[in-house]
């Protein structure tokens, strides 16, 4: 299964697809595999929606050099994105237990907004967003009031937190 998923997000990254897996598991193994490869020429996007990513999505220090949209998934554990560099990310309506992304760098939008739910704090020490932080109509609840933690944050755009 693992190989056979990777192989379908390759495909629809290589050909502009968004891969819907319809609440299906996906390992978070796969996922980052096939963001840890250099993107095949002219490779818009990694669009995926609605994918059950299980495992702990470890991206630290990686550098994907096209747009990361993930919408609708859910996470069994934290997203490990510490000092990770993205073209764009957007975790629009995704559900997170949390997610550890201090030094993280965006050279786009990021986008944790139409549904996102974070059960636990969302780190954003340090980072770098060179476009937008969209924090609309997101859900935030940490443990002990720390939703979010984003000390030293650098936004380059503008902020939306409603």
Do not use: K
């Not at 629809?12 to 963001?35: H, W």
């Not at 995704?94 to 201090?102: D, Q, S, T």
């Amino acid at each position: 299964m693992l190989g056979d998923t990777a192989s379908a997000l390759a495909d629809a990254l290589a050909g502009g697809r968004e891969l819907d897996l319809a609440g299906a598991p996906l390992p978070a193994a796969a996922l980052a595999a096939v963001l840890a490869e250099p993107p095949p020429a002219g490779a818009p996007a990694l669009r995926l929606r609605r994918a059950d990513i299980t495992g702990v999505l470890r991206l630290t220090g990686a550098c994907m050099t096209v747009p990361v949209e993930l919408r609708g998934c859910s996470f069994a554990h934290v997203p490990d994105l510490r000092m990770a560099e993205f073209a764009g990310l957007a975790l629009t309506g995704c559900r997170v237990p949390g997610l550890r992304a201090g030094n993280l760098r965006v050279t786009a939008d990021l986008l944790l907004d139409d549904g996102f739910t974070a059960h636990g704090p969302v780190h954003l020490a340090d980072a770098q967003v060179d476009g937008s932080l969209r924090l609309s109509a997101g859900r935030l609840r940490g443990a002990g009031g720390r939703d979010l933690i984003a000390d030293r944050i650098e936004v380059g755009g503008s902020c939306y937190a409603r």
